[in-house]
């Protein structure tokens, strides 16, 4: 069984999300470099999934988070 969710903020996604941008990856840009920014914008993905179920729920409308 997951464990429970944890709140997520706004304040934080914004934080997250100027951190490590959803951008195309530039020629010079290694490819190990490449694959962790992919799994850091994956989790900034999930976060702000479980975010808007939270605010989803807090309105009472059922969600469920995929990822």
Do not use: N
Request: proline share 6%; net charge negative; aromatic share 4%.
């Amino acid at each position: 069984e997951l464990p429970m969710k944890p709140h997520v903020s706004t304040e934080l996604l914004e934080y997250l999300k100027a951190t490590f941008p959803d951008r195309c990856p530039d020629k010079s840009d290694q490819e190990r470099e490449i694959w962790m920014a992919v799994g850091a914008v994956t989790v900034v993905r999930h976060l702000e999934a479980l975010e808007r179920a939270q605010v989803a729920e807090a309105l009472g409308r059922k969600t469920t988070v995929k990822g």
